[in-house]
Nanobody
Framework: EVKLVEPGGGLVEPGGSLTLSCAAL????????MAWVRQATGKGLEWVAL????????WYANSVKGRFTISRDDAKNTLYLQLNGLKTADAAMYYC????????????WGQGTQVTVSS
């Protein structure tokens, strides 16, 4: 059974930093392209970042480019998202997901972790 488990999240002041993690269980994590997707209250899903298998390439939404960093540790079957320079607009539920053949196709999802940005 595929499981993506996301501890972490929390409340951060504007300009602050946070690291999200996603533990992958039940599948060949290292062979999968992975993504972070977020959903703010009352809004639709927004793709945030993507990293390919092996971590050779990574891509970011314009809204987070230069502030967020996606990474993976295949030995630990874990995906990360480093969030720096947080803005109130970054407040959302963040989900990790496995990516299908089409990079806008998300197959398996974590349960989500809430990021709140407030002073």
């Amino acid at each position: 059974e595929v499981k993506l488990v996301e501890p972490g999240g929390g409340l951060v002041e504007p300009g602050g930093s946070l690291t999200l993690s996603c533990a992958a269980l039940g599948f060949a994590f290292g062979s999968n392209t992975m993504a972070w997707v977020r959903q703010a209250t009352g809004k639709g899903l927004e793709w945030v970042a993507l990293i390919n298998s092996g971590g050779i390439g990574s891509w970011y939404a314009n809204s987070v480019k230069g502030r967020f960093t996606i990474s993976r540790d295949d030995a630990k079957n874990t995906l990360y998202l480093q969030l720096n320079g947080l803005k109130t607009a970054d407040a959302a539920m963040y989900y990790c997901a496995t990516v299908g053949v089409s990079w806008d196709e998300y197959i398996d999802w974590g349960q989500g972790t809430q990021v709140t940005v407030s002073s």
